[in-house]
C-alpha cells in the first residue's frame, strides 16, 4: 500500500467518540461488483481520507490487508482469487488532529493551569489528578477507564487537586481501542505500536523491492526523502566516510541515491576529508540518563542551504527532484544512529538551528511552494533552541514565544523520547556540573512529537510516576518557573521508551520545570497542513 505521504492506523471506534464536528464519522457506503472473476469496489467522495481493507476469512484473528488509501471517492479493480473475500472501509483520522493520543495510559497531574483545545484518547486508562486549573473544551475518552484519581504508582504527594474542567457529555470511558494494524501480524500492540520507528528487517529494507511493497510501506525508513547514518566509531569529530547519506524517490527508476559528501577539509599536507556540511557527531551529558550521549547531529540551518545549493555535490538537484516526481520538496528523514548502546553511553539524534524549516518552491515555474519537516528516528531525538519559529518573510524569531501558527510550516519529532535543550545548553556539561548552574533561556517548539515514555509503576516497592502528560517534553535544565517553554503541537505516545529508560524523578533533582504555554496546533486539523508523513486512525465498524 502506497502512503500518499500518510501510513494507516486500524482504529475499532464507535461514531460516538466522533462527536465533535471535526471527528464525525460515517463510513461512505461501499459498493461490490462482480465480472469475469473481477471485484469492482467503489465508494463516494467523503471529502477526508478512505482506507480500503480485505481478509479472506472472519475467524479470529482476523488478519485484514490493505488495498487502498485514498482522499475522497475511489474506484479499486483486482481479481477474485479466493472462494471467499470480504471488505471494509473507513474514513481516517490524522493521529496528529488530536491534541493528545496515548496508546498506553495516560497520567495528568499538571502544577501549572492548562487548556487542552484538541480532543484527548487513550488506548489504556486516564489518570487525571491536576493540582492546578484543566479545561477541556474538546472531548476526553479512553478505552479504559477515565479516572478522577492519580496514576496508583505515582510517588507524589496527592494534596491540591483542583477539579477538571469538561465539556458536557465528557468525559467518555471504555470506547474501542485505536489498533494498529501492521502487515497482518499480531504482535503486542506496544510493539506493533513502534515499528513505524524500526530499521525494516532484510526481507522489506530499501533498496529490496519488498520496501515499496504493502509490507515494506509500514517502516518510515522506507517512506522519508533522506536516510542519515553513521559507523559505529561515530565519536565526536569523525566526519568523513563515517556518515551516508541516500536520496529516496520511489517513483525514480533508482529509487535509492547514495548522495556526495558536499565539504572537504584539508588535514596535513595533501590530505582532504570530505564529510556533509549538516552533519555531524557530538557529544553531551543526559542528566536525566545519567549516560554520555553519542548522538549524529542534524543542523537545519545547514540542511537549508545544502537545499539550495546547485553545484554537483549540493541538494538543490535531489530537492527538484523531489519536487518533480513527489509534488513536494525533501521534507523528511530518518536517521539511525550506529553507535552502540552501553551501560554509560546513549546513541541518539539531535537538531540545532532549527528556527527555520527547509521550504522549497516548484521548480517547474506553478507557483506552488511546500514547507516543513518530518525528522524520525528508533533512538531518542534531542532538539536544542527554537524549533520553527519563522514568519512569512523566513526572518525567525517573531513566532518565538506566542501561540500564532500563521507561519510555521507542517513540521514532526518521532523517536524513542524527546527532550528539549534550550538556546543556553552547554555541551561542556559533564556529570559533576550542578542543577543550579545549567541556567536555560526561554524556547519554543512548534512541532507534532510522537514518542515513547517510561510508564509508571511499581518496581522493587517502590513506586515511580510517568511524570505525566505535562513532563512528556523531557527537560536536563534548571528553569526554575523563570523561564517559559512555549509548545504548539500534538502530542502522541505509542510505546514505552527502550532507549532512555531511566525512571522520572522529581524536580530539583535532574531539573526544575518552566512556566509552561502549550497549545494545541490548530493548523493540523487542515489536512495541507499535517506534517509529512502523518500516521492516520481510522473508524472501521466491521470486525
Known amino acids: 500500500m502506497k502512503w500518499l505521504r500518510r501510513f494507516c492506523l486500524v482504529a475499532g471506534l464507535t461514531t460516538a467518540l466522533f462527536a465533535a464536528p471535526l471527528f464525525a464519522q460515517v463510513p461512505s457506503p461501499l459498493q461490490i461488483a462482480i465480472t469475469n472473476g473481477n471485484a469492482m469496489l467503489s465508494w463516494p467522495n467523503s ?26 471517492g475511489g474506484i479499486v479493480n483486482f481479481p477474485v482469487n479466493n472462494p471467499q473475500q470480504f471488505f471494509r472501509l473507513a ?3 490524522p493521529v496528529f488532529q488530536f491534541e493528545i493520543f496515548y496508546n498506553l495510559d495516560l497520567d495528568i497531574a499538571p502544577g501549572q493551569t492548562m487548556v487542552m483545545n484538541g480532543p484527548v484518547f487513550a488506548n489504556g486508562n486516564i489518570w487525571m489528578w491536576p493540582y492546578a486549573t484543566i479545561n477541556f473544551s474538546n472531548f476526553v475518552a479512553a478505552a479504559g477507564t477515565v479516572n478522577a484519581q492519580e496514576d496508583p504508582n505515582n510517588q507524589e504527594s496527592s494534596d491540591g487537586y483542583v477539579a477538571p474542567t469538561y465539556i458536557p457529555g465528557q468525559p467518555v470511558s471504555h470506547m474501542r481501542p485505536l489498533v494498529l494494524l501492521v502487515a497482518a501480524t499480531n504482535a503486542a500492540l506496544t510493539n506493533l505500536s513502534r515499528t513505524i520507528l524500526n530499521l525494516p528487517p532484510p526481507n522489506v529494507g530499501a533498496p529490496n523491492p519488498a520496501a515499496y511493497s504493502p509490507t515494506g510501506q509500514v517502516y518510515l525508513y522506507n517512506a522519508v526523502d533522506l536516510i542519515i547514518s553513521n559507523s559505529a566509531s561515530g565519536l565526536p569529530g569523525t566526519h568523513g566516510t563515517n556518515i551516508t547519506i541516500w536520496y529516496q524517490d520511489t517513483n525514480n527508476v533508482t529509487a535509492l541515491t547514495q548522495l556526495l559528501p558536499n565539504t572537504t577539509n584539508g588535514f596535513g599536507t595533501g590530505v582532504t576529508n570530505r564529510f556533509f556540511s549538516f552533519v555531524t557527531n557530538v557529544q553531551f551529558f543526559d542528566f536525566r540518563e545519567s549516560d554520555t550521549v553519542q548522538a549524529v547531529q542534524i543542523d537545519v540551518a545547514k540542511l537549508n542551504v545544502w537545499l539550495t545549493n546547485t553545484t554537483g555535490t549540493g541538494g538543490n538537484q535531489y530537492n527538484q527532484q523531489s519536487f518533480a516526481n513527489k509534488s513536494h520538496g525533501i521534507d ?74 500563521a507561519y510555521t510550516y507542517p513540521a514532526a519529532l518521532m523517536g524513542d523520547a524527546i527532550t528539549i535543550l534550550s538556546g543556553n545548553w552547554l555541551d561542556s556539561y559533564f556529570v559533576g ?42 527537560l536536563e535544565e534548571n528553569w526554575a518557573a523563570s523561564y517559559t517553554l512555549t509548545y504548539n503541537g500534538s502530542i502522541v505516545v505509542m510505546f514505552p521508551s527502550i532507549y532512555a529508560t531511566n525512571f522520572w524523578q522529581v524536580p530539583g533533582n535532574y531539573y526544575n520545570p518552566p512556566m509552561r504555554q502549550w497549545n494545541f496546533d490548530l493548523n493540523f486539523t487542515v489536512p495541507s497542513k499535517l506534517p509529512p508523513l502523518t500516521p492516520t486512525v481510522a473508524n472501521f465498524i466491521s470486525p
Open 91 to 93: 474514513n481516517a483520522v
Open 47 to 72: 471529502n477526508s481520507i478512505c482506507s480500503l481493507q480485505t481478509t479472506t476469512s472472519l475467524s479470529p484473528p482476523v488478519q485484514w490487508g490493505s488495498k487502498a488509501v485514498t482522499y475522497g
Open 332 to 405: 523528511s528523514i530518518f536517521i539511525y544512529n550506529n553507535v552502540p548502546q552501553t551501560a554509560s553511553q546513549l546513541p541518539a539524534v539531535r537538531l540545532i538551528n532549527g528556527q527555520q524549516l527547509p521550504y522549497t518552491v516548484d521548480p517547474g515555474g506553478s507557483g506552488l511552494a511546500t514547507g516543513g519537516l518530518t525528522v524520525a528516528t528508533p533512538m531518542p531525538l534531542y532538539v536544542k533552541g527554537n524549533y520553527n519559529v519563522q514568519t512569512a518573510t523566513s526572518s525567525a524569531g517573531a513566532s518565538a514565544g506566542t501561540t500564532n501558527m
Open 433 to 474: 556540573t550542578s542543577l543550579s548552574s545549567r541556567s536555560p533561556v526561554s524556547t519554543t517548539i512548534n512541532a507534532a512529537c510522537l514518542a515513547g515514555i517510561v510508564q509508571s509503576t511499581n518496581s522493587g516497592g517502590n513506586n515511580y510516576y510517568s511524570g505525566g502528560l505535562e513532563n512528556f517534553l523531557r
